[in-house]
T-cell receptor, first 114, second 111 residues
Framework: EPEVTQTPSHQVTQMGQEVILRCVPI?????FYWYRQILGQKVEFLVS????????KSEIFDDQFSVERPDGSNFTLKIRSTKLEDSAMYFC????????????FGSGTQLSVL | GNSVTQMEGPVTLSEEAFLTINCTYT??????LFWYVQYPGEGLQLLLK?????DKGSNKGFEATYRKETTSFHLEKGSVQVSDSAVYFC??????????FGTGTRLQVFP
C-alpha cells in the first residue's frame, strides 16, 4: 500500500533555532495536512494545503510556522524560531480528496526543543 | 466548538477478551465520525468510519455505531488479538478540512 514518508523520525533542536520537517505525500494526492500531538494531549490540526496554498489553518499555526511544496513531491513544515512548547510529535497526512474520505498519515517526526 | 472525548488508557486485556473503547463527541449538527489506529512505529491509519446517525462502521472485526441520541461512537471488538495492540484515536469532521481528534487510547493485549 502507498505510504506517506516523514523525515527525520526524531529532531532535537535548541530553542530559537529554525527547523524544517519533511514529508513525502502519496504521489497522486492533492490535499496535504500537518497535525501535531503534544505528549499526553490530543492530536491537533495545524494546517491544510491544496493547490499550492493554505486552505485552512488553526490558531496554533502562527507567523512562526510556514508550509511549502517546493518541488511537487515534498511537503515541508518550517518553524522559524522554535519554542519549548513546540516540542511534539508532528504528523503529515495526505488525501486524494477532501478530508473525511481517507487520510493517509506518516509515522511522525518527534521534535524536541531544548 | 466541536470536540471528542475518549476513555483514558491504557486498556489492558488478555487475548480473546471483549474490547470497548468509549468515545463521545460534542458537535452541532451531524459530523462524520472516525476511528484511527496507530500501530507501533507507524502512522495513523483509518480503521472505520460512519457518516450519519445509526450507521455502523466495521473493519478487521472492529465495529462502532454512530449514536446521535448519546453522541457516542464506541469502538468494540468481540475477541482481541495481540496484534491489535496499538493506540486508537476517535475523531470527527464537520464542514471543514480538519479532523478533530481525541487524546487516543492505548490498548495492550497479552497472550
Amino acid at each position: 500500500e502507498p505510504e506517506v514518508t516523514q523525515t527525520p523520525s526524531h529532531q532535537v533542536t535548541q530553542m530559537g533555532q529554525e527547523v524544517i520537517l519533511r514529508c513525502v505525500p502519496i504521489s497522486n494526492h492533492l490535499y496535504f495536512y500537518w497535525y501535531r500531538q503534544i505528549l499526553g494531549q490530543k492530536v491537533e490540526f495545524l494546517v491544510s494545503f491544496y493547490n499550492n496554498e493554505i486552505s485552512e489553518k488553526s490558531e496554533i499555526f502562527d507567523d512562526q510556522f510556514s508550509v511549502e511544496r517546493p518541488d511537487g513531491s515534498n511537503f515541508t513544515l518550517k518553524i522559524r524560531s522554535t519554542k519549548l512548547e513546540d516540542s511534539a510529535m508532528y504528523f503529515c497526512a495526505s488525501s486524494g480528496s477532501r478530508a473525511g474520505e481517507k487520510l493517509f498519515f506518516g509515522s511522525g517526526t518527534q521534535l524536541s526543543v531544548l | 466548538g466541536n470536540s471528542v472525548t475518549q476513555m483514558e488508557g491504557p486498556v489492558t486485556l488478555s487475548e480473546e477478551a471483549f474490547l470497548t473503547i468509549n468515545c463521545t463527541y460534542t458537535a452541532t449538527g451531524y459530523p462524520s465520525l472516525f476511528w484511527y489506529v496507530q500501530y507501533p512505529g507507524e502512522g495513523l491509519q483509518l480503521l472505520l468510519k460512519a457518516t450519519k446517525a445509526d450507521d455502523k462502521g466495521s473493519n478487521k472485526g472492529f465495529e462502532a455505531t454512530y449514536r446521535k441520541e448519546t453522541t457516542s461512537f464506541h469502538l468494540e471488538k468481540g475477541s482481541v488479538q495481540v496484534s491489535d495492540s496499538a493506540v486508537y484515536f476517535c475523531a470527527l469532521i464537520q464542514n471543514t478540512d480538519k479532523l478533530i481528534f481525541g487524546t487516543g487510547t492505548r490498548l495492550q493485549v497479552f497472550p
